[in-house]
């Protein structure tokens, strides 16, 4: 993937995805960010930090969305703007009860008909943008990658 920052730096990284719930987001060096979905909590590990990873419930953040079993946008309220062109199709969506955790701008490719990126518009006004470069479907990967806890034992060993 290939992050752009509301700060205007660029990040990149290997994104994994195991829906329902899980994501990992490994960002390539200099950066020592992991970036991790599962068990109900989204975690920031810094590696400029002591302190551990910084959690917060999945289901405040816009990337639940898209981390959901089901993606049901046609939720009632979810979906908030939707825009087309000739390649693509964008979905602006948000938790109809909670629109105050923000909001995820989804882009998809028309032809096929593929997620290619997305917008998490924050509470604050900020905007990250992340685009999918040469995704691979269909991979199997062990729960073991997306546990926070694991991840957290295993960078206080080191």
Not at 19 to 35: H, I, K, M, Q, S
Not at 59 to 80: E, G
Request: hydrophobic content about 35%; overall charge negative; charged content about 20%.
């Amino acid at each position: 993937f290939t992050q752009f920052n509301g700060d205007g730096t660029i990040s990149t990284g290997l994104l994994s995805m195991k829906r329902p719930g899980r994501a990992r987001f490994e960002y390539d060096p200099p950066e020592d960010t992991l970036v991790l979905a599962g068990g109900s909590q989204l975690a920031i590990f810094d590696g400029k930090s002591n302190t551990g990873p910084e959690q917060y419930p999945l289901k405040r953040t816009p990337l639940s969305i898209i981390l959901a079993r089901n993606v049901d946008l046609a939720r009632a309220k979810m979906v908030v703007a939707h825009t087309s062109t000739d390649t693509t199709t964008t979905v602006r969506a948000q938790d109809p009860d909670n629109p105050e955790y923000g909001s995820i701008d989804l882009i998809f490719s028309s032809n096929p008909t593929a997620l290619r990126q997305w917008v998490i518009n924050d509470s604050g006004g900020g905007q990250t943008t992340v685009v999918l470069n040469d995704m691979q479907t269909g991979m199997d990967f062990p729960s073991s990658l997306f546990n926070i806890t694991i991840e957290a034992e295993k960078r206080a060993l080191n």
